[in-house]
């Protein structure tokens, strides 16, 4: 009889044992499904933005919140590449911020020249020795010559792709406190034009340091942050009547030519204000009210930020949207400084910089190749 109660006290405690390995079982696999499900949507993109497109489309059936993430990246453009400039030597760098990583390329085509602009793809060279000016495709290696001209420091831009038809060139140059030589030109031309022209208001700096292409307008920032347009179909230079944004404190004791981006999307025109540690002031110009207005959100836009010239994108990864990225890579070339808006602050933090100790030369964003088979990838 106590034999019985032996043995059925203990399949009682197998079972007892049993049944919590099993509960174990069923909870060390719920923690693992929960610890999947609780990612944070920034991590999860990252993660899904690196897969292919099949398996982007199998990983959008693990559930709701998944389907959400992947829907969201399939559809995402390219960010631009920041392409440094090497100091010694033909081999360039070329920093990816979406996969945060380096990758380099031999360019000896490039051996000499100065990078003035980057636009759709195309670089824009002046060689110093010689005078040449010419246009340069990084990743197809074409290039596209240009009449000899005399290019200081001042500030140059070209319109569309050198490719089309329509490809002017502009470059403005400070001749005297009431007066600017504005030279253009187009591939095919025999040689530059120049013009003089007086600037309207003499009380406005005639020495320009931002410029972009919008609407058929090549749009100039002076130093002091009133707005020059040129028309080129026109042939006419105005100042308009727009009062200078609002710039950080100390500002212009700080790195009051550095520190000042300019950028353009769908016909809107971005001025980026910088001051070492305190937040960045992003303005966009209202063409109608004829004045600059703070913005406090850039509504999905990610502008690229350097200083030889910015860009813009949209349906970029959710953590880059209503960001501006900067020029500046830390920590080993692992992380690009970046500020968001939605949260107010700089990525990584307090990682602010100051763009008065910064060689503005020394990087430019430029279009990311399609094919990588020619580039060696720096882990």
């Known amino acids: 009889m106590a034999g019985r109660k032996r043995r059925k006290l203990r399949l009682l405690s197998d079972t007892f044992k049993d049944d919590k390995r099993v509960s174990m079982r069923d909870n060390n696999k719920q923690e693992h499904h929960k610890s999947?499900?609780?990612l944070p949507v920034e991590l999860l993109e990252l993660i899904i933005s690196r897969l292919t497109l099949k398996d982007n489309i199998r990983t959008s059936s693990v559930c709701k919140r998944w389907l959400s993430v992947a829907l969201s990246v399939r559809k995402v453009n390219k960010p631009p590449w920041l392409?440094?400039?090497?100091?010694?030597?033909?081999?360039?760098?070329?920093?990816?911020?979406?996969?945060?990583?380096?990758?380099?390329?031999?360019?000896?085509?490039?051996?000499?020249c100065r990078i003035c602009y980057n636009k759709d793809g195309w670089l824009l060279l002046y060689k110093p020795r010689t005078q040449r000016v010419l246009f340069f495709n990084p990743f197809t290696r074409e290039m596209i010559k240009l009449p000899r001209f005399e290019m200081t420091y001042q500030i140059v831009a070209f319109s569309s792709s050198p490719k089309f038809p329509d490809c002017i060139l502009f470059t403005v140059k400070h001749?005297?406190?009431?007066?600017?030589?504005?030279?253009?030109?187009?591939?095919?031309?025999?040689?530059?034009?120049?013009?003089?022209?007086?600037n309207r208001l003499p009380f406005v700096s005639s020495i320009w340091n931002k410029l972009v292409f919008c609407n058929g307008l090549f749009y100039c920032l002076s130093l002091t942050g009133w707005l020059g347009v040129y028309d080129p179909v026109e042939q006419?230079?105005?100042?308009?009547?727009?009062?200078p944004p609002r710039c950080p404190d100390n500002f212009f004791v700080k790195n009051w030519w550095k520190g000042k981006f300019m950028a353009e999307h769908n016909g809107d025109i971005f001025v980026i204000y910088t001051?070492?540690?305190?937040?960045?002031?992003?303005?966009?110009?209202?063409?109608?009210?004829?004045?600059?207005?703070?913005?406090?959100s850039l509504e999905g836009v990610t502008l690229f930020a350097s200083?030889?010239?910015?860009?813009?994108?949209?349906?970029?990864?959710?953590?880059?949207?209503?960001?501006?990225?900067?020029?500046?890579?830390?920590f080993y070339g692992k992380r690009c400084i970046s500020y968001s808006l939605d949260q107010r602050r700089y990525y990584p933090r307090k990682q602010c910089h100051d763009w008065g100790e910064l060689d503005p030369f020394e990087s430019i964003w430029v279009e990311p190749p399609d094919d990588l088979s020619s580039f060696n990838w720096e882990g």
Not at 176 to 196: D, F, L, Q, R
Not at 275 to 296: A, F, G, Q, R
Not at 308 to 327: E, I, P
């Open 83 to 112: 392409m440094y400039f090497p100091k010694l030597g033909r081999v360039f760098e070329f920093y990816d911020p979406s996969q945060r990583k380096t990758y380099s390329l031999e360019l000896p085509e490039l051996h000499g």
């Open 236 to 243: 006419t230079w105005s100042i308009r009547i727009v009062p």
């Open 36 to 38: 999947w499900s609780v």
């Open 275 to 296: 001051c070492y540690s305190e937040n960045p002031i992003i303005y966009k110009l209202d063409h109608v009210n004829k004045e600059w207005v703070e913005m406090k």
């Open 175 to 198: 001749v005297n406190p009431t007066v600017v030589a504005i030279s253009t030109c187009h591939p095919g031309a025999t040689e530059w034009t120049t013009v003089n022209y007086h």
């Open 307 to 330: 200083f030889l010239s910015s860009h813009a994108r949209t349906d970029l990864l959710g953590m880059m949207r209503n960001s501006v990225y900067f020029s500046k890579v830390r």
